[in-house]
């Protein structure tokens, strides 16, 4: 390991995910402090990064490039430029995510054919059920009305107007939000599997207020509106312009996987003289009193242990991890912190010749039978599959050989239960047999397949979070500590709000920890989230 001069500050960084590369090119940038880059993991993006299989790049869920942050858009575009060609027809250069749009803010352009480049993607992604596609969001039209029949259409439509005269009072649950706003017909069909596949626990068990808080603006009344009044609007009205603030999503996107952009930072990181060690973990926490002096690090090829002296200390590991380094006096901050819940998650790269089961239902226009869509909600009662990812349509540059389709079957788990502790063949078996029997692929297409776990790849709202704020109390009792990103809050982070905490966690730092508690603010009124809209 590399040492810094004698008078040089250290800052030791725990994990090179977003988070902690940001901080870690922001203190070169900003500072003369030498970042310390300590992650686990043999390759650096955390879970926003791309695993390479064979030369076919998975992207641990799909990760859509958006922030609202002007500042946010400038840097990833410092790092990642804009491929030109993705201007297209000469509009303006806006992105829109979440019904939100915006401008690109583009700070210099590349050429289309480099490939240190982002691109601009349109979303398509619908729901399957019943074996069929609907529309995401859903929309009340002749091809909702002929998926789900006439009479179960009208069945969801009394069930809808009944939850609007008969409320349930008091609203406890999230299976009351839901039957409340949307009745309790289209809350069984659309939102209950779902919402309790990703998060392994009964609608009844969620707070409505957790409702509240993450699945804002889905109504269904707007739905009809917008659906009753379509056939009434002008052709200006109903173009492109006129939806795309609403319904049509474009989003920024590395061309070889969103990993790409988190190895270009490090490499920015290493030639500008910061450290980043692989294949290494934080084990240990040396403090006096509130101030952090070293940290305890294993070299997990050798297996070597060595102690790092810091001025600072950034941890984006996860909560549960870091506070009983810290060794608290107060029990119940130990209690809290061991139990914070989490969804861990698995996918399945599956490399297919074709997906012959859909050229049936008309889904697709591909010769090989891939269908259109980024990713697909799975919404079929009976397989376990939660989404579907087609990577070619993220960026045809994440497919070695054109001809195929690379599909990523993503799993909503508990590290240690049944899926998660079958061995990868027998999994990857279990995954194509899915496909296969909801009627999307024959398993002779199945040419090869990986898997990949993801432990603690959400921190969930349940149980003993409701207690946080006494380990974030605690925490924040560091004088040197900075705890940031996804796990290191506790945060449903998407990478802005990492990064976002990283860059307010780097000018505390600078400014002698003045406006440290600050970073907590970052996405904490923050309403869209990647997988509950898949509900809408
Ligand atoms: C399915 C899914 C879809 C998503 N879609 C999007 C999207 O569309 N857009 C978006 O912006 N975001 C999306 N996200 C969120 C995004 O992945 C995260 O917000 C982002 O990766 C968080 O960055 P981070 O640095 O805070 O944490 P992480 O990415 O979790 O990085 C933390 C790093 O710390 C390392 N580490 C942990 N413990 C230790 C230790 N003891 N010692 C050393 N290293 C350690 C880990 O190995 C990891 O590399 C999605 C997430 C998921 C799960």
Same mark, same amino acid.
């Given at each position: 390991m590399a040492v810094a001069n004698e008078h040089q500050k250290i800052a030791v960084i725990a994990g090179a995910g977003p988070a902690g590369l940001t901080a870690a090119l922001e203190l070169l940038r900003r500072s003369d402090i030498k970042p310390v880059v300590i992650e686990m $993991?043999?390759?650096?993006?955390? /879970?926003s990064r791309t695993v390479n299989y064979r030369g076919n790049r998975m992207d641990i869920g799909g990760h859509r490039f958006f922030s609202k942050s002007d500042w946010v858009m400038r840097w990833w575009q410092d790092i990642l430029p804009v491929a030109e *060609?993705?201007? &297209?027809?000469?509009?303006?250069?806006k992105i829109t995510y979440q019904r939100q749009s915006r401008d690109l803010l583009p700070s210099r352009r590349a050429p289309?054919?480099?490939?240190?480049v982002m691109l601009i993607r349109q979303r398509l992604s619908r729901i399957f059920y019943r074996r069929r596609f609907f529309d995401y969001p859903l929309k009340l039209n002749a091809s909702t009305v002929r998926n789900m029949g006439l009479l179960e259409t009208l069945r969801i439509g009394l069930s809808y107007g009944q939850a609007q005269f008969s409320h349930?009072? %008091? *609203? /406890?649950?999230l299976e009351d939000f839901f039957v409340n706003r949307f009745g309790d017909r289209l809350y069984r069909t659309f939102f209950k599997d779902y919402t309790e596949k990703v998060w392994g626990v009964r609608c009844q068990e969620i707070s409505a207020e957790w409702g509240a808080q993450r699945i804002k603006g889905l109504s269904v009344a707007k739905a009809l509106a917008h659906a009753v009044a379509r056939p009434f609007r002008s052709g200006e009205e109903t173009s492109q312009k006129a939806t795309e603030t609403s319904l049509i999503e474009r989003f920024l996107y590395p061309k070889f996987g969103p990993g790409q952009m988190w190895e270009t930072v490090a490499q920015q990181v290493a030639d500008q003289g910061g450290d980043i060690h692989l294949?290494?973990?934080?084990?240990g926490v040396e403090r006096q009193g509130q101030d952090i002096k070293a940290i305890d690090v294993l070299d997990?090829? &050798?297996g070597s242990s060595r102690r790092i002296p810091c001025d600072f200390f950034v941890s984006t590991m996860p909560v549960s991890e870091l506070t009983p380094m810290l060794k608290p006096e107060d029990g119940d901050v130990i209690r809290i912190a061991n139990h914070l819940p989490y969804r861990d998650f698995m996918t399945v790269g599956l490399l297919l010749?074709?997906?012959?089961?859909l050229r049936h239902s008309g889904s697709s226009s591909a010769n090989n039978g891939m269908? %259109?869509?980024?990713w697909i909600y799975i919404q079929e009662p009976?397989?376990? /599959?939660g989404r579907l990812q087609i990577f070619n349509n993220w960026?045809?540059?994440?497919?070695? $050989?054109?001809k195929t389709i690379w599909l990523g079957l993503e799993y909503f788990c508990k590290a240690g239960d049944e899926l998660w502790s079958l061995s990868d063949d027998r999994f990857i078996d279990f995954a194509a047999g899915e496909l296969e029997k909801i009627g999307m /692929?024959?398993?002779?297409?199945?040419?090869d397949g990986t898997v990949v776990r993801v432990p603690k790849a959400y921190p969930a709202y349940f149980g003993e979070y409701s207690e946080f704020g006494a380990v974030r109390d605690y925490l924040e009792g560091f004088s040197n500590l900075y705890p940031i990103g996804r796990n290191g809050m506790h945060r449903y982070n998407n990478q802005d709000h990492s990064m976002l905490a990283a860059n307010a966690a780097v000018s505390a730092m600078l400014k002698g920890?003045?406006?440290?508690? $600050?970073?907590?603010?970052?996405?904490? *009124? *923050?309403?869209?989230h990647e997988e509950i809209e898949a509900v809408a």
């Open positions: $993991d043999g390759q650096v993006g955390g /879970i *060609e993705q201007d &297209t027809a000469g509009n303006p250069l289309s054919s480099a490939d240190a349930r009072l %008091p *609203e /406890i649950s294949r290494h973990r934080v084990v997990l090829a &050798t010749k074709n997906m012959h089961g269908p %259109p869509d980024n009976d397989v376990k /599959i960026s045809p540059a994440l497919v070695a $050989d054109p /692929i024959q398993r002779s297409a199945v040419m920890g003045q406006g440290k508690s $600050d970073i907590w603010q970052i996405n904490a *009124e *923050e309403d869209y």
